[in-house]
């Protein structure tokens, strides 16, 4: 359903503007295949969050983590199936894990300053990281992308230390760390995915 919506648009698109070339609409019917997938994805999303009681939690990562998701990118699922459970896995399961672990003071404290120092390590290797079907091939677009990433990662962690609630704490903590980890090269190679880069070569101004 949604691969016949996004070939209808980008049908449409091209009859609009016919000097887009065939690698150029791939690229656009991928870019609306992800947008007009999200919706169904967020709304199970909520959905299965309210049967677990844990929809407040859900919606509160949802909404801090998504600009620092937005900025460094991360790997994508090949389908649309796969991609609503891996979702649902991160969301649900980061919440989850947040609510049954208790971290002292000091354990949060080292925890934190690690896992500030390995996401700029990875934000500088690899965000945005984006992908072959929906390469970030500008210059100036990816060194803004990972000056948001670096920021909001930042801000995502110092909140952390300083809010006293443990499961908001734990969230931004374990929500930014997982995200950081959907950058690597070793959880593109898991997936199968290549980063843009790697497909289109350097970016361009």
């Known amino acids: 359903m949604i691969d ?22 791939e ?24 049967i677990l009681g844990m929809l407040k939690e859900v919606l509160f990562m949802f909404i801090v983590l998504t600009p620092y998701r937005g900025a460094s990118g991360g790997f994508h699922l090949k389908t649309h199936l796969g991609c609503i459970v891996g979702t649902t896995a991160f969301y649900c399961g980061i919440v989850l894990l ?3 672990v208790i971290l002292d003071d000091i354990t949060k404290y080292i925890l934190i300053g690690i896992s500030w120092i390995f996401g700029m390590f990875m934000i500088k290797l690899y965000a945005p990281a ?26 995502g962690l110092m909140a952390a230390l300083l809010i006293q609630n443990n499961v908001i ?22 997936t199968k995915n290549k980063y843009g880069y790697e497909v289109y070569g350097d970016a361009s101004v």
């Open 98 to 100: 947040s609510q049954h």
């Open 27 to 50: 690229v656009i019917n991928y870019g609306l295949q992800n947008i007009v997938g999200e919706i169904p994805k967020i709304f199970l999303l909520f959905i299965i969050s309210f």
């Open 130 to 155: 984006d992908t072959e079907n929906v390469p970030i091939l500008s210059k100036k677009d990816r060194k803004k992308k990972q000056m948001i990433a670096y920021i909001t990662y930042s801000i």
């Open 4 to 25: 016949t919506i996004c070939t209808f648009l980008t049908n449409r698109i091209r009859k609009e503007m016919p000097e887009i070339y065939d690698e150029r609409a």
């Open 169 to 190: 704490s734990n969230i931004l903590l374990f929500g930014n760390l997982l995200q950081t980890l959907t950058i690597t090269k070793l959880a593109y190679r898991l």
